[in-house]
């Protein structure tokens, strides 16, 4: 039996088709991510498996249990962190911890071992007000909230957001560890590099599934040729490499332009350098020779390996 089961589920809010037909599984004990942007209907789908939200159409579960029909039942055994912070904030620490504790009818000692590996970096603060802490400690009591009645089933909504990159990794190792517990988590987030730390992701846009993999699976997916490719004028680069011949795509990827050849160009071989070895195919010939016709200074070209960015705008694209 999976943990989450979600078939053909819809959802609109008038004319607004926030959820599509969407179908997926999610297996117990697994880590599985929905990634896709602010608006894309991870928040929707998260609300129904929750039961905070009824759907038009379809049918999810959740344990076996139907979101609908079941709904008391699986408000017990699921954990619900949401995107923005929704403790007390009037309340300390240890109060926030002991009230949902008394919610579910357990206490911070009953289930201490589960979330005290998390709990003892905000113990030194458990006299502290929650509104008074920083975006890292409040996503820690957060989490350490929607654990304490031991959930079989954790939904966290986009629990990154307004966090600092060294808070959201120690975060998501914190997730890693849950998996000694046997605690199936899915969790959204519109952070592609995310993505690579689940067991499996759902590509989202829309309202609509657009890839279901592993990681690998969907990098995998990417056939095209990549580059990475700079020069001291960025923004003319990539207007210059857009209206290239045998460029099927070009846009900004951090500090690099990635460059995606056209499947079907005659221009090219096709051939992809392994990372970090010196053979130029033709197609870095050519686009060093076009950008240099272009007038482009300090120009460099390396290939490079597709990732979850890059699968997500090719499928958005096709």
Known sequence: MSAISIKNISKSYGPVQAVQDISFE????????????????????????????????????????????????????????????????????????????????????????????????????????????????????????????????LFLDEPGTGVDPVSRQEFWEMLASLRTHGITMLVSTPNMDEAELCDRVALIQKGQIMAIDTPEGITQGFKSALYAVRSDDMYQLIKDLRSMEGVADCYAFGEYAHLKWSDDSKSSDHYHPPIGQTTWSRQTTQVHDYLMSKNHQNIEIKPTQATIEDCFIELMKS
């Open 26 to 153: 999610v297996s117990k004990g697994e880590i599985f991510g929905l990634i896709g942007p602010d608006g894309a209907g991870k928040t929707s789908l998260f609300r129904i498996l929750a039961t905070l939200l009824l759907p038009d159409g379809g049918n999810a579960s959740v344990s076996g249990l139907d979101c609908v029909k079941d709904y008391k039942q699986i408000r017990k055994i699921i954990g619900y962190m949401p995107g923005r912070f929704s403790l007390y904030q009037d309340l300390t620490v240890e109060e926030n911890l002991e009230f949902f504790a008394a919610v579910f009818g357990t206490s911070i000692q009953a289930n201490y071992d589960l979330v005290a590996p998390i709990y003892s970096q905000i113990e030194p603060f458990k006299n502290r007000r929650a509104g008074a802490l920083s975006g890292g400690m409040k996503q820690k009591l957060a989490l350490c909230c929607a654990l304490i009645h031991k959930p079989e089933v």
